[in-house]
């Protein structure tokens, strides 16, 4: 049985829970409204695009393709499937040639998200062929660079090297930097 005294307990704890939780209240910052993401809006598509960048003489300085690419008017990128980037050198020397499972290319095109495997080709001629492998990287066409965070393996004819993060100039000469947990492997002949 509830005597006069507990029920007054009672209403006590109950106006001081309520006293709290309407404090409490006042207190938390207001819940923002999520805002929808604002749905992207396809400005063009195309399959099977190609498009070169040449130089002031008007020879080749880089030549893109990619099996769909699809522009999304909202924030002005674009979405590449199979892409593949090929950066001319000086005349006579063989172009890196980059591959990758999807891409996206900000609005100035300076810069390009490679996702999924990522390879980097260069036929050096008699000495056979260097072979970049890696996952999701970074590529500056302009400044002929690309750097990654991943796992990366480079193999050449005699040499393979390994490690985690890449920092790779292609020119004037070719400069990689990997950044950690560097191993290598070189076959005398």
């Not at 965070?149 to 400069?175: C, K, N, W, Y």
Request: charged content about 25%.
């Amino acid at each position: 049985m509830i005597t006069p005294k507990t029920f007054g307990t009672y209403l006590a704890l109950g106006l001081l829970a309520a006293a709290t939780w309407r404090v409490a209240d006042n207190l938390m910052p207001a819940e923002e409204k999520t805002l929808k993401p604002e749905r992207s809006e396809i400005d063009y598509y195309s399959t099977n695009v190609k498009r070169t960048v040449l130089t002031p003489e008007g020879k080749p300085k880089e030549v893109l393709f990619a099996v769909t690419m699809t522009h999304y008017k909202n924030d002005d990128r674009t979405e590449m499937d199979k892409p593949v980037l090929t950066l001319y050198k000086k005349e006579g020397e063989q172009p890196w040639v980059i591959h990758s499972d999807t891409a996206t290319a900000l609005s100035s095109g300076s810069t390009v998200f490679l996702k999924g495997d990522v390879l980097i080709t260069r036929d050096t001629g008699e000495n056979g062929v260097v072979r970049i492998m890696t996952k999701n990287a970074k590529v500056e066409p302009d400044k002929s660079y690309a750097e990654t965070r991943e796992h990366v393996l480079i193999l050449s004819p005699q040499d393979e090297l390994s490690g985690t993060g890449m920092q790779v100039h292609f020119e004037p000469a070719l400069q990689v930097n990997l950044l950690a947990q560097v191993r290598r492997k070189h076959e005398m002949r």
